[in-house]
């Protein structure tokens, strides 16, 4: 008799087991950029940046993701997360890997790299190490640039604990008045930031030949008498405090965003005290004082073995005379082939659509866009949004023209742009004084696109340029990461890009679009579209595959459709640099998905999407990663690149990212990660950005970029 076989139980994509916390993902991320501090095969200076760029992250991860954990916490909000975990489980988890990093920073440091430093000629000292002309030095130094701006400050009945202001480095006293066995008194100076952490000691003859460097608060915790004349020092000891830092903003309640968000930026210096690093050799009075006056818990204190604040060690990396033990394999910005020189850049973006990419092509050619636009007479208007531009902006210096020469300049400013708000209120002011329209947004969204539009009378009428990126309008931070910009003048494009500025201006909402995709309305749905177009290629016995490259991947919907798609058969590589929720190798679930994440000289900050679509691909980039927040609290732009080719380019970029064997960390089915095997011969090895960027300037020369590359038959996707 024949057995009804049962129908496969649905699966289930919702299972909490089959998502990673975001926070834990993100430490993760931050243990990639550690490894690298830790890799030998890196020169000793670059270590020595990694370790200061892991210090700087945490920071930052400490002041909004812990600091949101604890509002959770202190809110009573017991939801849990994809993973299924509460906030308090979280915090907790979250503490507890935060301890072992920090510990594995400063074995780093202390065992490995201090050595490594006095071995090639730089010796970090403490003032007690040196003598004669070396000492002479820094009493001088003191003396004259440190003493008179320090401010030291007593606690007493009259003087209540003073307000420790987030991030700074302090000294910590307790004192007692000289031939008295009275009262013990608390005191605290902070090391003032004004004045460099690393003072250089001038090389003295007859001396070893190192070149010596003192820490500023060392040198202050050496002088520290000096600051209590009339006490006894009983012990002293270097603290820092680490304080919630996001911004509480009720737009709906605030009357003047720019002035609401002023006002918050000064509260932001003393919120909540969640972090408190001290010397490891502290005092227990000390430290105990320090606690109940900040209000920390216990596991929120760092007890360290080196200095605090390890950020310090990138003003290291730039000190002269050590530029043999920096990278120097990577190429600088080069030209972008299409923009020839001296051609007019609008007669070029007209012969065709341009891809540029950053930093391996220069940047130039976007300030150029917008330089041009304000002293051409033909130019009647420059549209653009803002989210995060350099301290001495040259596009800011071009709008502001261009608005003194009588253009229509209209520039959304994102005020909300998280740590940048002091500096783009000052350019917002700045921009409505030379006369440009600034809006800022809407309400409850943070404008998160970069576009560009400009808006030229020709001899057959008017003619819209755009520019997309997937990466900010910031000369500076261009130079470092790693992001995609099209510039295009079709008539799609250019009436899209007219229909975002009237959206964000508050003048229209367009019932649909021609090219573009935009969050939160419409993006995500877009995304889900196309995953699920390829479940029914899968299906269907057609071609189905998706790579997608971006910063992060934290969206339940978007997961559980990859999930989904992976177990119909669909192919998906998933490069990402920071957070992913996503867990590879689930029997039947995420099987047929990879994910990889690249840590290197550059920042990967492009999001870049390929969907096989049954054999006719389709090539996308966005500014916005699959996350809660891009896709449904941030206006974003989902791009579609049509040349062919561009396409080919973007093609290009996803498949050496793929096979790199350098700086690539593959996830296992734990959801930890490892680097890619090594066990290859010298011509195997693939670093994509050293590549990208031979690949540039091959190209600027007129040479078969692909000269530059070697692959491996497994490599190629």
């Known amino acids: 008799m024949s057995k009804k076989l049962k129908e496969k139980e649905p699966l289930d994509f919702e299972n909490p087991k089959y998502y990673i916390n975001r926070e834990l993902s993100w430490i993760g991320f931050n243990e990639r950029v550690l490894s690298e501090a830790e890799d030998k095969s890196n020169p000793l200076f670059e270590r020595l940046k990694f370790l200061s760029i892991s210090a700087s992250n945490l920071d930052e991860f400490f002041m909004v993701r812990v600091a949101s954990l604890k509002d959770m916490i202190n809110a009573g909000y017991q939801k849990c997360d994809i993973a299924g975990m509460t906030a308090s489980e979280q915090l907790e988890k979250v503490l507890e890997k935060v301890h072992t990093f920090v510990d594995k920073q400063y074995q780093i440091y202390n065992d490995e790299l201090l050595p490594l430093l006095l071995e090639k000629g730089l010796k970090v000292c403490v003032p007690s190490e040196l003598k004669g002309a070396d000492r002479a030095y820094i009493d001088r130094y003191f003396d004259e640039y440190i003493f008179p701006v320090l401010t030291p400050m007593a606690v007493d009945s009259s003087r209540p604990f003073p307000l420790i202001r987030n991030k700074t480095l302090n000294i910590a006293a307790l004192l007692q008045k000289k031939d008295s066995k009275g009262e013990i008194d608390f005191a605290t100076v902070q090391v003032p930031d004004v004045l460099p952490r690393i003072i250089e000691i001038p090389y003295t003859e007859g001396e070893n030949n190192y070149k010596k460097v003192v820490l500023l608060e060392q040198l202050i915790l050496d002088k520290v008498d000096k600051l209590f ?9 270097p603290y820092r405090v680490g304080r919630n830092a996001d911004l509480s903003i009720d737009e709906d309640e605030a009357e003047d965003l720019l002035k609401e968000i002023e006002k918050q930026l000064k509260l932001r210096q003393w919120g909540q005290a969640i972090r408190l690093e001290v010397d490891s050799n502290m005092d227990k009075k000390l430290l105990d004082l320090l606690v109940t006056d900040l209000g920390v818990d216990q596991n929120e204190i760092y007890k360290i073995e080196g200095p605090l604040d390890l950020t310090f060690l990138m003003k290291m990396y730039k000190l002269e005379g050590f530029d043999d033990l920096k990278e120097h394999g990577y190429k600088s910005p080069q030209p972008v082939p299409e923009f020839v020189k001296d051609k007019d850049i609008f007669e070029v973006i007209r012969e065709g659509d341009v891809l540029m990419h950053h930093p391996y092509e220069t940047f130039e050619n976007v300030v150029k866009f917008v330089e041009n636009a304000a002293i051409d007479p033909n130019v009647l208007a420059i549209k653009q949004t803002l989210y995060r531009v350099s301290g001495n902006s040259p596009i800011i210096a071009a709008l ?7 253009k229509q300049v209209t520039v959304l400013v994102e005020l909300k742009a998280r740590f940048d708000e002091e500096n783009n209120i000052v350019w917002a002011k700045m921009l409505e004084k030379a006369g440009c329209h600034v809006i800022y947004g809407l309400v409850g969204l943070k404008t998160h696109c970069k576009i560009t539009l400009v808006v030229r009378r020709e001899d057959d009428g008017i003619k819209r340029y ?15 990461y790693t992001d995609v910009g099209l510039f295009t003048c079709a008539p799609a494009f250019g009436e899209d890009a007219t229909a975002v500025f009237n959206m964000l201006s508050g003048y229209s909402e367009p019932l649909g679009w021609n090219k573009l995709s935009l969050a939160p309305l419409w993006l995500k749905d877009r995304i889900l579209y196309l995953i699920r177009r390829e479940e029914e290629h899968a299906a269907n016995g057609e071609p189905a ?3 997608a490259k971006m910063n992060s991947i934290c969206h339940k919907d978007v997961i559980a459709e990859l999930y989904k798609a992976s177990s119909l058969g669909v192919k998906i590589d998933l490069i990402v640099r920071g957070i992913c929720c996503l867990r590879t190798g689930i029997p039947g679930i995420s099987d047929n998905i990879t994910v990889r994440s690249i840590v290197g000289n550059f920042l990967e900050h492009s999001r870049i999407f390929y969907f096989e679509n049954g054999g006719s691909p389709e090539f996308y980039a966005s500014s916005a990663d699959w996350m809660p927040r891009n896709l449904e609290r941030r206006v974003e732009i989902l791009f579609p690149i049509e040349n062919e080719k561009l396409r080919k380019k973007v093609w290009h970029i996803l498949e050496l990212e793929l096979g790199d064997t350098e700086k690539a960390h593959v996830m296992n089915d734990d959801g930890s990660f490892e680097k890619v095997k090594k066990d290859l011969l010298p011509g195997e090895r693939i670093n994509s950005q050293k590549i990208f960027g031979d690949e540039a300037a091959a190209a600027v020369k007129n040479l078969n970029p692909q000269n530059s590359r070697v692959f491996t038959p497994e490599m190629k996707i």
């Not at 004349?229 to 000891?237: C, E, K, P, V």
Request: no cysteine.
């Open 229 to 237: 004349l009339n006490y006894d020092i009983l012990t002293s000891a």
């Open 400 to 406: 502001a023209k261009a608005a003194d020469n009588g």
């Open 466 to 480: 755009v520019h997309l990126a997937t990466g900010n309008y910031n000369d500076s931070t261009a130079k470092q």
């Open 545 to 547: 595959r998706i790579i």
